[in-house]
């Protein structure tokens, strides 16, 4: 999902967050409205969790935390009318549906791709990090699951999404959503509007 | 500063935290704007953090996040028309200036100092845990400094900032600033708005 030319915003995800979420759903509207073109780059953030020295999710490991982020995310998904039950697992690995989103490259269908898992683990608790959940997921789609989860496992996607987050860890990027434009980075679904303005500036560009 | 009848949207922050400064900065025009009468409550959050299991700032025990805040904080500073310029030292204890917001209680100039105290860390790059510098804002203010800081190190008042301090602890609160509306958490300066527009709603009041 990277292309030589880079647009003014790239928005930087992992599917286990419940924020990212929040983000994939509201960034196609907000983009628009601003005319600001933009790519959509899903990566891990576990392993830059792990050099953080997190062993779980902030949000497992720090329960006040936790239970702000549960209350907070139920509370803006009904503002802005993204559909939303709490998933009975938490994290679920976003690696399978990640590598997918790599090997589809380009496809037209990739961003609903990312928004169908993103729904599948936050409105209708269905376990991403399963082939099968991920395959009906393509299915619904119209894309034939096989030959895609057969690429999704390819050795150069797997070192793809490594090295996107790689490049994700060594732009500075700790946590997701993070929007990017140019050498700013914005952190959270909160920013994003600030994120859209900056990359519409003429000297962002 | 806490008052028997609570306003709807109480502003929990902490003098070290450089996005409550901003929050600060923000929230009289925010919440006039709306007509949301609102408290001012300074607490403090290194006791919360010790018992999270930091021994620092997280901005300072996390490289990236800290130097991803320095520049979100100059940033926003810029957008909104905040002075600002990074302090030499992080963080400052805000103890003696919270001490001294709680032993003035609802006199009138209260947020003034509060505002002071911000800008002479954030702005003016002086020690805001340093007595000389609060009698030196005291002064400014048109205040006679020695009785208010003998107040301010009264055991009565030392309690009351203990007590406060709990009081967020027991609510939820592990961040600053903090937009308090009834059991409604909001963290972060950036949740300012979607604070004040629960607080105008009419269920919240």
């Known amino acids: 999902m990277t292309g030589t030319h880079e647009p003014p915003l790239v928005f930087w995800f992992e599917f286990a967050s419940p924020y990212s979420y929040i983000a994939a759903s509201r960034i196609e509207a907000a983009a628009r409205a601003s005319r600001v073109a933009h790519a959509w780059r899903p990566f891990l953030l576990g392993p830059i969790l792990t050099h953080r020295g ?18 907070d995310v139920e509370r803006l998904c009904a503002r802005d009318g993204v559909r939303w039950r709490r998933p009975s ?72 999404l490594r090295t996107v987050t790689e490049a994700a860890e060594a732009l500075g990027i700790f946590g997701a959503p993070t929007f990017q434009v140019g050498q700013e980075l914005f952190w959270g679904q909160d920013r994003l509007d600030d994120a859209v303005a900056w990359a519409g500036k003429p000297a962002a560009r």
Request: hydrophobic share 45%.
């Open 89 to 160: 697992a938490f994290p679920r690995s976003g690696l399978l549906a990640a590598r997918v989103a790599h090997a589809a490259g380009d496809r037209p269908w990739v961003r609903a791709f990312c928004l169908a898992v993103f729904r599948a683990n936050f409105a209708e608790d269905r376990d991403i990090a399963a082939t099968e959940t991920i395959g009906a997921i393509l299915n619904e789609l119209g894309q034939e699951p096989s030959p895609i989860l057969g690429r999704a496992n390819a050795p150069d996607v797997k070192q793809a």
């Open 54 to 71: 997190f062993a779980d999710s902030p949000f497992n490991l720090d329960p006040r935390k936790g239970q702000y982020m549960w209350r």
